[in-house]
Nanobody
Framework: QVQLVESGGGLVESGGSLRLSCVASGSLHIIRTMGWYRQAPGKEREEVAFITNGGSAQYADFVKGRFTISRDTAKNAVYMEMHSLKPEDKAVYYC?????????????WGQGTEDTVSS
């Protein structure tokens, strides 16, 4: 089991910036990637960015150049810097840990943090 606790987010004006943090605990050795998803009202949850244990990052096209994901393995944490925020970035953001354990794959999720971008 992996537990994820998020912090950060909140209300920001369009064009502003926010920083999300997520700290993992539990069976950390089974984590393969950590990342962020988001879910806007009335929409499906979508992947925003993820980073591997080796530090390789991937981004959704709609955040490339604006969001940066990073990981501090010593603190078991993942961060996401979000810049040039747009009203369409308003969503609940969820921290994710993708794990594998003896061939079994499982995703773990944080509780979500709401980001509101005012126009």
């Amino acid at each position: 089991q992996v537990q994820l606790v998020e912090s950060g987010g909140g209300l920001v004006e369009s064009g502003g910036s926010l920083r999300l943090s997520c700290v993992a605990s539990g069976s950390l050795h089974i984590i393969r990637t950590m990342g962020w998803y988001r879910q806007a009202p009335g929409k499906e949850r979508e992947e925003v960015a993820f980073i591997t244990n080796g530090g390789s990052a991937q981004y959704a096209d709609f955040v490339k150049g604006r969001f940066t994901i990073s990981r501090d393995t010593a603190k078991n944490a993942v961060y996401m810097e979000m810049h040039s925020l747009k009203p369409e970035d308003k969503a609940v953001y969820y921290c994710n840990a993708y794990t594998t354990n003896y061939g079994d794959e499982q995703d773990f999720w944080g509780q979500g943090t709401e980001d509101t971008v005012s126009s």
